[in-house]
């Protein structure tokens, strides 16, 4: 056997044999210490003993110990007790105690105090509420804490001379509580100027997994996404992760009795507007006919083109002139054929009370290149749609980056009260976006297709558009894909497999005089709709 197995073993034997001899002599070790104890403390109280006393206390403790000699079994007792009080005064130390965790309210809730007393803090106030030494109960009304520790709802109170009416300075006491209580949630601040409060609202997150599906609305009506509980007194059911749950839409109606028959979306590039242009495309086709102008060229809307109920999908600047003068042109006509139908008393016309919807995809795009090229701004063309739709049954829905907002007409703006903003915007880009103060602060980063919404005079709410990715884009998951496919007219051959059965036949089949059926026919599955299908574009 080699030496180091020897000296391992050897090794592992005494620590075997020192483990059994401390746990045999544990006791007389125990004895022992106590033993010590009682010898210190006897040691120490004759030195503190006077020289006086030191002959009556010793010979009392002579008398004692004679006195415990005479009793029968005396000195067993005695030798008994010796040796349970040196067992007590000899056991272990306990450990000390571990000091308690410091109060997250006085942390958390103590750093945002000391964080806004430089804003709220004046120097000419006599007994100021913010102050460098002060404590954050006396400005703090209530909190409250989620399960992590996080603050999830704060109210506070601030002096009357803060100027609260100021979009800046609310600004900057916003940016201080969302960077001390976490910039990855969204907060609402409710600002009570008559007395001087503060009420800050930690928000849930959203749902993000609902994809593009029928929801349970009325014709004229588009779901636009999703916000929160307190945001709409109604709810849909929505298949969610594979189970249908209740979820509060945010409702956009149109038609001719919508106060709000336009929609300008406007947001940060990649946040999804696109896409809800696809969303709000796929749920209009079924009671309306389409034209998309896409603006960036970048094929987002392929998966309309040559789709029942989609008149064209312009890329370039002379289909996108051509499909918007046709678009003005049809709205004239309608506008004339509803009049002549309303004098005569007759029926309105199949072809006038169909839905025409206008979606326009970064249109500013196209109308720098018309500029160049000394050519009408497409948005130019859609004043008739805009100030007549409503009544031709007309609706324009544009899309475009919040930063070429600048660049959208004053016509665009006034008509489209209906408005969406996508992405994490300033206060400034909220109000200029919205056209109304936004009482909500962002996450630092938001999931694609967050945002808030406006219809008219209401008020802005969260919203969140469902995932409706195109289904031309290989890059995207493919349940998604697959969901968008399911919702668009009839199959496409780049992007869906033929289907099994045949499609259903326009006409009864001919049955012969002998009763037999003649053979099947070769089915054409050719595209066979128009561009165009009420007027060519001239």
């Known amino acids: 056997m080699p030496l180091n197995r020897h000296l391992a073993k050897g090794r592992e034997i005494a620590r075997t044999a020192g483990d059994h001899a401390t746990d045999m002599f544990a006791p007389l070790a125990v004895i022992g210490r106590g033993l010590r104890h009682h010898a210190g403390w006897a040691k120490d109280h004759w030195q503190a003993t006077p020289k006086e006393r030191r002959g009556p206390t010793l010979f009392l403790s002579a008398a004692m110990l004679i006195g415990i000699y005479l009793l029968p079994h005396g000195l067993l007792f005695a030798l008994v007790a010796l040796m349970a009080s040196a067992a007590w005064a000899g056991r272990p130390p306990k450990a000390a105690p571990a000091p308690p965790p410091p109060d997250v309210a006085d942390v958390k809730l103590g750093a945002l105090y000391s964080a806004l007393t430089p804003y709220l803090c004046g120097p000419e106030d006599a007994n100021p509420l913010y102050h460098f030494e002060g404590s954050y109960k006396n400005a703090f009304g209530s909190w409250a804490f989620d399960g992590e520790g996080r603050l999830s709802r704060l109210e506070l109170s601030y002096p009357a001379y803060f100027t609260d009416t100021e979009p800046a300075a609310r600004a900057r006491i916003e940016q201080v509580v969302q960077g001390k209580a976490g910039r990855a949630r969204e907060y609402r601040f409710d600002w009570d100027e008559e007395s001087n409060r503060l009420r800050i609202t930690a928000l849930a997150p959203l749902p993000t997994d609902v994809v593009a599906q029928r929801f349970v ?247 969140q558009v469902p995932a409706t990715v195109d289904p031309l884009d290989d890059d995207a998951p493919a349940q998604l894909r697959d969901a968008v496919i399911a919702l668009l007219p009839h ?45 060519p574009i001239s």
């Open 217 to 463: 609305a009325a014709p004229g009506e588009i779901v636009l996404g999703f916000t929160d509980e307190d945001g709409t007194a109604r709810t849909i059911p929505v298949a969610q992760g594979g189970v249908v749950t209740q979820q509060p839409p945010v409702i956009w109606r149109t038609g001719p009795r919508s106060s709000e028959p336009h929609l300008l979306a406007l947001g940060v590039a990649g946040y999804g507007t696109s896409s809800l242009i696809r969303s709000i495309a796929l749920q209009a086709l079924p009671y309306g006919d389409l034209v998309v102008i896409d603006g960036a060229g970048t094929g987002e809307h392929a998966c309309l083109v040559n789709r029942p109920g989609v008149h064209t999908v312009e890329t370039s600047l002379h289909g996108a002139l051509a499909a918007l003068t046709w678009a003005a042109q049809e709205t004239e006509r309608r506008l004339t054929a509803l009049n002549a139908a309303r004098h005569t008393g007759a029926s309105l016309p199949e072809d006038v009370t169909r839905p025409l919807w206008l979606l326009l995809d970064h249109p500013t795009e196209l109308g720098e290149l018309a500029h160049a090229e000394g050519r009408p701004d497409p948005q130019d063309l859609l004043e008739l749609p805009l100030r007549h739709g409503r009544a031709a049954r007309v609706t324009v829905v544009i899309a475009d980056d919040v930063e070429a907002r600048e660049r959208i007409t004053p016509t665009v703006r006034a008509t489209t009260r209906a408005r969406v903003l996508l992405g994490p915007a300033g206060p400034e880009e909220g109000r200029a976006a919205l056209g109304a103060p936004l009482d909500i602060v962002p996450a630092a980063h938001a999931p694609a297709g967050r945002g808030y919404a406006r219809i008219g005079n209401g008020t802005p709410v969260r919203l």
């Open 491 to 535: 199959r496409d051959s780049r992007t869906e497999a033929a289907p099994a059965a045949p499609p259903r036949p326009d006409r009864p089949p001919v049955v012969r005089a002998d009763g037999t059926a003649p053979a099947h026919q070769p089915v054409d599955l050719g595209k066979s709709e128009p561009m165009i299908r009420s007027r």
